[in-house]
């Protein structure tokens, strides 16, 4: 069983591989890892939603065209 930073390692090395050493900084600078206690917060939303309506807007979401990986990281 390979540990944590192997793993990380071997993403970083695939990441290199794939898309070279600026294109792989350029990839991980888009993500970040957030602040605040999401488990806590999303009770402030969710707890407002009824199962019907979090059904509605799941069909709601097929029928959008959501292409949100369709923009180009600069």
Known sequence: MKTQNEIIKQGYDALINSL???DTIRFIQY???GKGDYTKERHQWLDKKTLASV???MKQLQ???TNQYDEVIE
């Open 63 to 65: 029928s959008d065209d």
């Open 31 to 33: 993500f970040s890892p």
């Open 55 to 57: 059904l509605v807007e």
């Open 20 to 22: 070279g050493i600026a």
